[in-house]
C-alpha cells in the first residue's frame, strides 16, 4: 500500500458501481454513517477485513482505495438531458470519465494522437456560421457525413460509448486538459445504436464545444441558461449536418411527405424528425407543414423509433481502443505489464475487465490467458 486510505476513492467507485451509501453499508455489514466518514475522510478504517469486503462488493483491487492521484475531471461536462436524467446516473458516468481520463494519460505518453486544434470563434457568432467555420476548417465539404465518430477522431477529439442503466443518458462531453495536448472527450449510450441519433448527438456536444464555456460547472448555471445552451448546440447539430444549401436543395427536389423525408434519411443520416425541423427553419415547409408532418410520425408510433433506425450505422469509436492494441501488438506492453504500469505509475489499480469495458476492448484483451481444463479430455484410441 502507498497511501492512506483515499475515501474520495470509495466513494467514486460506490458511484460507478450504482450504489448509496446506505445500499454499500449493507452489503459490507457496516454502519451507514461509518462509510459516510470513511468517504469524506474524517474516519480511517483500522481493520484491513473491511477493506478487503468493500473491495469484493465494488469488484477493485484493495490497492485502488489506496492510491492519490494526481487529477481528476474537473470544469464543465454537458449532458444532453441534464433537466430530466437523475443525479445518480449523471454521476456515474462522470466516474467512468475520472477514470478513462486516467487511462487516456498513459496512452497519450506512449501514442501519438491525433492533436485538437481549436478553433477561435469571433464573439456571438450564431450556431448556424460556428457549423459552417466548422465544416469548412475540418475541409468536409457540404455533402452527407457518413461516419461522423471517424471525422471527430481524425480531429483530435476522443469518443467512447458506454451501456447505461437509463435511456435518458443520451451523450455527455467533458474538457480533457491532461498532459500536452488538451482535448475533449465525447461520450454517447450504446442504448442507441441507429447512426442518424448517433451523429446528431455528436454533433450537438460539437456545438457545446464550439459555442459555450467550459470552465464552470453547469450545474450552477440557470436552467434558463442551461435551455438555451441546449437549443443552440441543436441548431449548431442541425446546421452541421444538414448544410443550408445543398440539404434545402434535397429538400425541395421532392414531396412534402414522410415516404420522402425517409429517402433523404438513407443519403443525410439524419433523423426524419431532425430533417422535418431543418426544412421549417429554412422556408422549405410552413409550420402548419411542419406540425402536420409531426402528428403524422405521432400517429404511425415513428416519434420513438423511426424507419431505418436499425438498418443505418455508423463507425464505432477507435482511437482509445486501437491505442491500446497498437501497444500490445508491438510488445509495448504484454498485458499484465500494461495493468502495472496503469497501477504503479498513473496511479489506477483497476481489474482488466473494467478496462476492456470503458474502451470497447474484445473480451480478455487485457485479462490473464485462460487455461482450458483438460482433464476431461482423452485422445482416441487407434481402431
Same mark, same amino acid.
Given at each position: 500500500?502507498?497511501?492512506?486510505?483515499?475515501?474520495? $476513492?470509495?466513494?467514486?467507485?460506490?458511484?460507478?458501481?450504482?450504489?448509496?451509501?446506505?445500499?454499500?453499508?449493507?452489503?459490507?455489514?457496516?454502519?451507514?454513517?461509518?462509510?459516510?466518514?470513511?468517504?469524506?475522510?474524517?474516519?480511517?478504517?483500522?481493520?484491513?477485513?473491511?477493506?478487503?469486503?468493500?473491495?469484493?462488493?465494488?469488484?477493485?483491487?484493495?490497492?485502488?482505495?489506496?492510491?492519490?492521484?494526481?487529477?481528476?475531471? =474537473?470544469?464543465?461536462?454537458?449532458? $444532453?438531458?441534464?433537466?430530466?436524467?437523475?443525479?445518480?446516473? $449523471?454521476?456515474?458516468? %462522470?466516474?467512468?470519465?475520472?477514470?478513462?481520463?486516467?487511462?487516456?494519460?498513459?496512452?497519450?505518453?506512449?501514442?501519438?494522437?491525433?492533436?485538437?486544434?481549436?478553433?477561435?470563434?469571433?464573439?456571438?457568432?450564431?450556431?448556424?456560421?460556428?457549423?459552417?467555420?466548422?465544416?469548412?476548417?475540418?475541409?468536409?465539404?457540404?455533402?452527407?457525413?457518413?461516419?461522423?465518430?471517424?471525422?471527430?477522431?481524425?480531429?483530435?477529439?476522443?469518443?467512447?460509448?458506454?451501456?447505461?442503466?437509463?435511456?435518458?443518458?443520451?451523450?455527455?462531453?467533458?474538457?480533457?486538459?491532461?498532459?500536452?495536448?488538451?482535448?475533449?472527450?465525447?461520450?454517447?449510450?450504446?442504448?442507441?445504436?441507429?447512426?442518424?441519433?448517433?451523429?446528431?448527438?455528436?454533433?450537438?456536444?460539437?456545438?457545446?464545444?464550439?459555442?459555450?464555456?467550459?470552465?464552470?460547472? %453547469?450545474?450552477? %448555471?440557470?436552467?434558463?441558461?442551461?435551455?438555451?445552451?441546449?437549443?443552440?448546440?441543436? *441548431?449548431?447539430?442541425?446546421?452541421?449536418?444538414?448544410?443550408?444549401?445543398?440539404?434545402?436543395?434535397?429538400?425541395?427536389?421532392?414531396?412534402?411527405?414522410?415516404?420522402?423525408?425517409?429517402?433523404?434519411?438513407?443519403?443525410?443520416?439524419?433523423?426524419?424528425?431532425?430533417?422535418?425541423? $431543418?426544412?421549417?427553419?429554412?422556408?422549405?415547409?410552413?409550420?402548419? *407543414?411542419?406540425?402536420?408532418?409531426?402528428?403524422?410520425?405521432?400517429?404511425?408510433?415513428?416519434?420513438?423509433?423511426?424507419?431505418?433506425?436499425?438498418?443505418?450505422?455508423?463507425?464505432?469509436?477507435?482511437?482509445?481502443?486501437?491505442?491500446?492494441?497498437?501497444?500490445?501488438?508491438?510488445?509495448?506492453?504484454?498485458?499484465?505489464?500494461?495493468?502495472?504500469?496503469?497501477?504503479?505509475?498513473?496511479?489506477?489499480?483497476?481489474?482488466? =475487465?473494467?478496462?476492456?469495458?470503458?474502451?470497447?476492448?474484445?473480451?480478455?484483451?487485457?485479462?490473464?490467458?485462460?487455461?482450458?481444463?483438460?482433464?476431461?479430455?482423452?485422445?482416441?484410441?487407434?481402431?
Amino acid at each position: 500500500m502507498k497511501y492512506q486510505f483515499n475515501g474520495d $476513492r470509495l466513494k467514486k467507485a460506490r458511484i460507478y458501481r450504482g450504489l448509496t451509501v446506505a445500499e454499500l453499508a449493507e452489503q459490507v455489514n457496516c454502519q451507514r454513517q461509518t462509510l459516510s466518514m470513511y468517504e469524506i475522510s474524517k474516519s480511517q478504517p483500522t481493520d484491513k477485513t473491511i477493506v478487503e469486503q468493500i473491495a469484493q462488493v465494488l469488484d477493485f483491487p484493495v490497492d485502488y482505495f489506496y492510491e492519490h492521484p494526481a487529477h481528476g475531471v =474537473s470544469g464543465t461536462i454537458y449532458f $444532453r438531458s441534464l433537466l430530466t436524467t437523475n443525479k445518480k446516473y $449523471r454521476s456515474e458516468q %462522470i466516474a467512468k470519465m475520472d477514470y478513462l481520463s486516467q487511462i487516456y494519460t498513459l496512452l497519450q505518453d506512449y501514442v501519438e494522437f491525433p492533436k485538437y486544434q481549436p478553433l477561435s470563434f469571433k464573439e456571438n457568432i450564431s450556431p448556424e456560421e460556428a457549423a459552417a467555420t466548422l465544416r469548412n476548417a475540418w475541409d468536409l465539404g457540404y455533402g452527407p457525413i457518413d461516419n461522423l465518430v471517424s471525422v471527430v477522431e481524425q480531429h483530435g477529439i476522443l469518443v467512447t460509448s458506454f451501456n447505461t442503466r437509463t435511456n435518458d443518458v443520451d451523450a455527455f462531453s467533458e474538457f480533457v486538459d491532461i498532459g500536452d495536448n488538451p482535448t475533449y472527450l465525447i461520450a454517447y449510450s450504446k442504448n442507441k445504436t441507429s447512426a442518424a441519433r448517433i451523429h446528431f448527438d455528436i454533433a450537438h456536444e460539437l456545438g457545446h464545444i464550439c459555442l459555450h464555456e467550459w470552465s464552470e460547472d %453547469i450545474e450552477d %448555471i440557470t436552467k434558463e441558461e442551461f435551455k438555451s445552451r441546449e437549443r443552440q448546440a441543436n *441548431e449548431f447539430a442541425a446546421a452541421f449536418l444538414l448544410p443550408e444549401e445543398t440539404f434545402k436543395q434535397d429538400a425541395l427536389a421532392g414531396p412534402k411527405t414522410i415516404t420522402y423525408y425517409k429517402q433523404l434519411k438513407k443519403k443525410w443520416k439524419v433523423s426524419i424528425a431532425a430533417m422535418i425541423r $431543418r426544412s421549417e427553419k429554412l422556408g422549405v415547409i410552413s409550420m402548419d *407543414e411542419y406540425q402536420s408532418l409531426i402528428r403524422i410520425m405521432q400517429r404511425r408510433g415513428l416519434r420513438k423509433e423511426e424507419p431505418l433506425d436499425d438498418v443505418l450505422v455508423t463507425a464505432s469509436p477507435a482511437l482509445l481502443k486501437t491505442s491500446v492494441m497498437m501497444l500490445l501488438q508491438e510488445n509495448v506492453f504484454t498485458p499484465e505489464e500494461f495493468m502495472v504500469e496503469l497501477a504503479d505509475n498513473y496511479d489506477l489499480s483497476i481489474n482488466p =475487465s473494467e478496462i476492456e469495458y470503458l474502451l470497447d476492448l474484445p473480451i480478455g484483451t487485457l485479462s490473464p490467458s485462460k487455461i482450458i481444463d483438460i482433464t476431461s479430455l482423452q485422445l482416441k484410441q487407434n481402431k
